[in-house]
Nanobody, 119 residues
Framework: QVQLVESGGGLVQAGGSLRLSCAAAGSILSINAMGWYRQAPGKQRELVAVITNGGITNYADSVKGRFTISRDNAKNTVYLQMNSLKPEDTAVYYC?????????????WGQGTQVTVSS
């Protein structure tokens, strides 16, 4: 069994910062890409940022220059540093990872963490 456990969401004023963390736990052999998605009320879930196990990153245009994704492979953890937050960043943020375990390779989602940016 594999789980992604997120933390770090909350309420922040516009211009502020938050750091999200997501730790993968369970019977893990290897982790490939890890990423963050978000879903605002009434909108589809969208990619925010992704990082490969080699450290190659990709960002949504809306967060480039403000958000930074990183990972600690020794801890099976991915982070999202969010700076200069805007009200339009308000959403539930979900961690996602491609994980190979004893039962095979699957794509996993975290439970989501709420980020609210007030104006």
């Amino acid at each position: 069994q594999v789980q992604l456990v997120e933390s770090g969401g909350g309420l922040v004023q516009a211009g502020g910062s938050l750091r999200l963390s997501c730790a993968a736990a369970g019977s893990i052999l290897s982790i490939n890409a890890m990423g963050w998605y978000r879903q605002a009320p009434g909108k589809q879930r969208e990619l925010v940022a992704v990082i490969t196990n080699g450290g190659i990153t990709n960002y949504a245009d809306s967060v480039k220059g403000r958000f930074t994704i990183s990972r600690d492979n020794a801890k099976n953890t991915v982070y999202l540093q969010m700076n200069s937050l805007k009200p339009e960043d308000t959403a539930v943020y979900y961690c996602n990872a491609d994980i190979t375990g004893w039962v095979g390779k699957y794509n996993y989602w975290g439970q989501g963490t709420q980020v609210t940016v007030s104006s």
